[in-house]
C-alpha cells in the first residue's frame, strides 16, 4: 500500500465519489482550480469539470443552504467549509434545515446525501478563529451524524461511509495532522464503520478515550504510563453522533477507570456527555472517578497555545492520579 497523508487519503476518497456517480458534486471557498486553502481538492475540478467542482462565494450560510437543495432533489452533495470555525453562519442551516429535513416531511424528501467537510482544531498556530473544535455544538441535535477520524487509513474509509450515509453528515477533519500524519492507505475503495469505536491498543489498568488529533496525545500518554507499569487501553470514538456506548462501557467494565481528552473546551464538551452516560452504565465497576483532560474555559489563545491544549503530559499526570486515586 503507498504512504499518504491524510490530506491525500481525503483527496483520494473524494475521487472515488466522484467517479462512482456523476452527480456528486464538491464545492466551497477555493475548492476548484486552486484545491482548497489546504489543497484537499486538488485536481478535482480539471478532471470532473467546472460543473462538478467548483468555487462558491464567501457565505457558509449560503453553501449550506445550497447543499440543502441539491441533496434535496437526489444530488450528492460535499460541502466545504473552509474552517470549522466558520460554521456559525451556516447553524441555522445544519441544525434547523438539514437535521429535520426528513421528519418534517414524513420523509416525503431528505437531504441524506449531504456530508460537509471541515478542518477543525489547532496546531497550526491560528489563533482564537482558526483552532476551535465545535463537534459537541452538533452532537446536540438528532437527525445529524458527526465524524472524525484520526490518520489517513481512517479519513479515507470514514469519508467514503459518510458520503453514502443515508443520513446528513459533518465531517470534521484533523488540520493539525492534514500533512503530519502519513500511513499506508489501500488505493481501491474501502469503507469504516460508522457509529463504530475502534480500540487501538488493549490494556487492563485504564481506558483511554479521544478522537481526532487527540488519538496522537494519549497514544504517546500511554506509552509513557506503560513505563511506569501502568497498562492503557485505548480507544478511539471516531463517530461522536451516534457514539459507540457499547464498546466504551465493555473497555471501562473491564479496566474500572476512564480518561477522556477532547481538544475543546472542559465545560459542556461531549467529554461530559461520555463521562455522564458510563458512570450510569458503569457505576459499579468504576475505581476512581472518571478523568477529563481537556482545553480551557477561554477563547483559543495564539500565544499561548502550548499551555492550552490537553497535551501528553497533562493526559500522562491525569493516567497517574486516577490510577492511584
Known amino acids: 500500500m503507498a504512504q499518504i497523508n491524510l490530506l491525500h487519503a481525503i483527496n483520494s476518497a473524494l475521487d472515488i465519489a466522484m467517479a462512482e456517480n456523476d452527480r456528486t458534486v464538491c464545492f466551497g471557498e477555493d475548492v476548484g482550480h486552486f484545491g482548497g486553502v489546504f489543497r484537499a481538492t486538488s485536481g478535482l475540478q480539471e478532471k470532473y469539470g467546472k460543473a462538478r467542482c467548483f468555487n462558491t462565494p464567501l457565505v457558509e450560510q449560503g453553501i449550506i443552504g445550497f447543499a440543502n437543495g441539491l441533496a434535496a432533489q437526489g444530488s450528492v452533495a460535499i460541502a466545504e467549509i473552509q474552517f470549522a470555525d466558520y460554521?456559525?453562519?451556516?447553524?441555522?442551516?445544519?441544525?434547523?434545515?438539514?437535521?429535520?429535513?426528513?421528519?418534517?416531511?414524513?420523509?416525503?424528501?431528505?437531504?441524506?446525501k449531504l456530508t460537509i467537510r471541515t478542518p477543525y482544531g489547532g496546531g497550526i498556530a491560528g489563533g482564537l478563529y482558526h483552532s476551535q473544535s465545535p463537534e459537541a455544538y452538533f452532537a446536540h441535535t438528532p437527525g445529524l451524524k458527526v465524524v472524525i477520524p484520526r490518520n489517513p487509513y481512517q479519513a479515507k474509509g470514514l469519508l467514503l461511509a459518510s458520503i453514502r450515509d443515508d443520513n446528513p453528515v459533518i465531517f470534521f477533519e484533523p488540520k493539525r495532522l492534514y500533512r503530519a500524519s502519513v500511513g499506508e492507505v489501500p488505493e481501491e475503495d474501502y469503507q469504516l464503520p460508522l457509529g463504530k469505536a475502534e480500540v487501538v491498543q488493549t490494556g487492563t489498568d485504564i481506558t483511554l478515550l479521544a478522537w481526532g488529533a487527540q488519538m496522537e496525545i494519549i497514544e504517546k500518554a500511554a506509552q509513557m504510563a506503560s513505563n511506569d507499569g501502568i497498562s492503557c487501553e485505548v480507544v478511539d470514538l471516531r463517530t461522536i453522533l451516534p457514539w459507540d456506548i457499547e464498546t466504551i462501557s465493555n473497555s471501562v467494565m473491564k479496566t474500572g477507570r476512564l480518561l477522556i481528552s477532547q481538544e475543546a473546551p472542559l465545560t459542556a464538551g461531549?467529554?461530559?456527555?461520555?463521562?455522564?452516560?458510563?458512570?450510569?452504565?458503569?457505576?459499579?465497576?468504576?475505581?476512581?472517578?472518571?478523568a477529563r483532560v481537556c482545553g480551557l474555559d477561554t477563547p483559543y489563545p495564539l500565544a499561548l497555545e502550548k499551555e492550552y491544549v490537553s497535551d501528553h503530559l497533562k493526559v500522562y499526570e491525569a493516567i497517574k492520579k486516577t490510577v492511584n486515586f
Not at 460554521?87 to 416525503?108: L, M, S
Request: with cysteine; charged share 20%.
Open 87 to 112: 460554521i456559525f453562519p451556516a447553524f441555522d442551516q445544519i441544525v434547523n434545515e438539514a437535521a429535520k429535513f426528513r421528519y418534517r416531511t414524513g420523509n416525503e424528501f431528505n437531504v441524506g
Open 270 to 290: 461531549f467529554a461530559s456527555e461520555i463521562a455522564a452516560t458510563i458512570q450510569s452504565e458503569c457505576f459499579l465497576h468504576l475505581e476512581s472517578p472518571i
